[in-house]
């Protein structure tokens, strides 16, 4: 059973279009979190749920717009898709409302290629 | 914020050899330093971690050591291992939970 699963692995589209990924967690977590990785590696977070409520809203467009219609489910929706947008997105869940009370579970990555 | 640097960015190992990442933060409020593996196609995964308490911590052929005054942490990697080769990261947590990655170590063990 994959503890923390994003749909879809791959994703290739063009400029201008909206996309979604989804990501479920099935280790009964309350915090769940949307990590982007770009080309050097580099992981940013972007956004944190505890218990279907944001928490840490880093300096993302407005573009980005997640969405947790439960604790286990956080989707990530992005409209009008730039260039720079192209990375490999990490889902995570973590135990507590905080990182620090406990390990964070990544999903396997969506990679996004815009074109 | 917290801001972390690791070093170095590439690190290239014959088997059999240790390997040492360190990391620097700027936060002393941090108080939880996890380090994650992340092979290729895959997501990062903790190995191991340690808090702010505590200034050494083992399992098996890892280690992590904490000096809190210098604020800085390492990672040790005894005996590498082909399947030791992936990006390491280390990480900083301050006490509102905010995470912050190092930039990541390329780690290539050659047999």
């Known amino acids: 059973d994959t503890a923390v699963s994003q749909t879809p692995k791959y994703l290739v589209t063009q400029m201008g279009n909206d996309k979604s990924i989804k990501c479920e967690q099935n280790?009964?977590?309350?915090?769940m979190y949307w990590y982007k990785q770009d080309s050097k590696k580099f992981l940013k977070i972007m956004f944190s749920y505890n218990n279907k409520e944001l928490i840490i809203n880093e300096t993302v467009p407005n573009r980005f717009s997640p969405k947790s219609p439960d604790k286990a489910h956080l989707n990530l929706h992005i409209n009008s898709l730039e260039l720079g947008d192209s990375a490999v997105y990490f889902c995570a869940s973590s135990p507590g409302q905080h990182a620090n009370t406990g390990e964070l579970f990544f999903g396997e990555g969506s990679r996004l290629t815009v074109l | 914020g917290e801001n972390v640097e690791q070093h170095p960015s590439t690190l290239s190992v014959q088997e059999g050899d240790s390997a040492v990442i360190k990391c620097t933060y700027s936060?002393?409020?941090?108080?939880?330093f996890p380090w994650y593996k992340q092979e290729l196609g895959k997501g990062p995964q903790l190995i191991i971690d340690i808090r702010s308490n505590v200034g050494e911590k083992k399992d098996q052929r890892i280690a992590v050591t904490l000096n809190k005054t210098a604020k800085h942490f390492s990672l040790h990697i005894t005996e590498t291992q082909p399947e030791d080769s992936a990006v390491y990261f280390c990480?900083?947590?301050?006490?509102?939970?905010?995470?912050?990655f190092g930039a990541g170590t390329q780690v290539v063990v050659t047999p």
């Open positions: 936060d002393s409020a941090s108080n939880y």
């Open positions: 280790l009964g977590h309350d915090t």
């Open positions: 990480a900083a947590t301050d006490s509102w939970g905010k995470f912050q």
